[in-house]
């Protein structure tokens, strides 16, 4: 029995947790001082991030779904080229798979058998596997995609918006933005943590690129709420 787990086995949920997550804290955030610099009210600032959770969330999982989709799509299609391949000329993939073996440093003869002991068992698998890197670990899934990236948004996208209902009018910005630099390094340290890499830069990687993305909404913001005035 193989016991040992690795992190790489969670490398497409975790993906798509904090993409979302991260995506929906920024672009909330963002929207939410962008509209803020503009000197909108309190009820226009709530209004605007609501609209940013429910249309990122869904923009989110859309897109993720049709990203997976398609890579799913081209998975399956070389999967049924592979089984036709395996119909038309069960010898030559034997010898196929065994010279990747031979590639990887496998004597001859025992490539050839390992190959042919592979394929008895479920050839079609072994093919995947060894000459199209598919296993079920890296393989799509559209519907585990989009679900992982609308809940993460969501749940990211909801403490700016807390912020700023909780925030006094003329405090909204330094809170948001604070609470926003907080939670993005617990979560770029979460991510670290999750996939055993270096927490340092992680959180200096997700905060250094959100703190220019807030900064330039604020700066847009503000501009636009000067050109209406």
């Not at 787990?5 to 920024?26: K, M, P, Q």
């Not at 940013?52 to 799509?73: H, K, N, P, R, W």
């Not at 002991?117 to 199209?132: C, G, I, T």
Request: charged fraction near 15%; include cysteine; aromatic fraction near 6%.
């Amino acid at each position: 029995m193989h016991l040992e787990r690795h992190s790489i086995e969670s490398v497409g949920w975790l993906r798509a947790a904090v993409l979302g997550a991260n995506d929906g804290i920024v672009s909330t955030a963002s929207l939410v001082l962008g509209v803020a610099s503009a000197n909108t009210g309190p009820s226009g600032v709530l209004l605007a991030g609501v609209a940013g959770l429910v249309a990122g969330a869904m923009s989110m999982a859309t897109g993720e779904y049709v990203s997976v989709s398609s890579q799913a799509d081209t998975e399956n299609a070389a999967l049924a080229q592979e089984q036709k391949e395996l119909e038309a000329d069960y010898q030559g993939e034997v010898r196929e798979l065994t010279s990747l073996y031979i590639q990887r440093g496998v004597e001859p003869v025992l490539a050839h058998q390992v190959a042919e002991q592979l394929m008895v068992k479920d050839a079609l698998d072994a093919h995947a596997r060894e000459e199209l890197g598919l296993t079920g670990t890296n393989s799509a899934r559209p519907l585990q995609a989009a679900l992982f990236s609308a809940l993460s948004f969501s749940a990211g996208a909801v403490l700016p918006l807390f912020v700023a209902w909780l925030s006094p009018p003329t405090l909204v910005s330094w809170f948001i933005i604070l609470s926003t630099l907080c939670s993005l390094a617990a979560l770029g340290y979460i991510s670290s943590v999750v996939s055993k890499a270096s927490p340092v830069r992680a959180i200096v990687r997700i905060t250094f690129w959100s703190t220019m993305a807030m900064a330039l909404s604020m700066g847009v913001g503000h501009l636009a709420g000067q050109a209406l005035l």
